[in-house]
Nanobody, 120 residues
Framework: QVQLVESGGGLVQAGGSLRLSCAAS????????MGWYRQAPGKQRDLVAT???????NYADSVKGRFTISRDNAKNTAYLQMNSLKPEDTAVYYC??????????????WGQGTLVTVSS
């Protein structure tokens, strides 16, 4: 079983910064891709950023130039550096990992979510 534990959410003023972390734990698994999604109240869960094991990244247009995803493969940890935060970035941020484990090649695992609130 693989678990994702997120940390780093909180309350910040507009223009401020936060750094989210997501640590994957378990045994005998390989992470193919890690990413961050967010869900604002009353809205669907949307992609924020992803990074493959090879380092390729993908960002939502709304966060390009402000957010940066990174990974420490040795620690099975992903980070999301969020700068120039806006009130519309307020949401619960979820970590996602696509892993290979046992006979399963691509299993999606989700964290419990961490709340980011940006005040105006």
């Amino acid at each position: 079983q693989v678990q994702l534990v997120e940390s780093g959410g909180g309350l910040v003023q507009a223009g401020g910064s936060l750094r989210l972390s997501c640590a994957a734990s378990g045994s005998r698994f390989t992470i193919n891709m890690m990413g961050w999604y967010r869900q604002a109240p009353g809205k669907q869960r949307d992609l924020v950023a992803t990074m493959t094991s090879g380092g390729s990244t993908n960002y939502a247009d709304s966060v390009k130039g402000r957010f940066t995803i990174s990974r420490d493969n040795a620690k099975n940890t992903a980070y999301l550096q969020m700068n120039s935060l806006k009130p519309e970035d307020t949401a619960v941020y979820y970590c996602n990992a696509v892993i290979a484990i046992g006979h399963i090649r691509n299993l999606a695992v989700w964290g419990q979510g961490t709340l980011v609130t940006v005040s105006s």
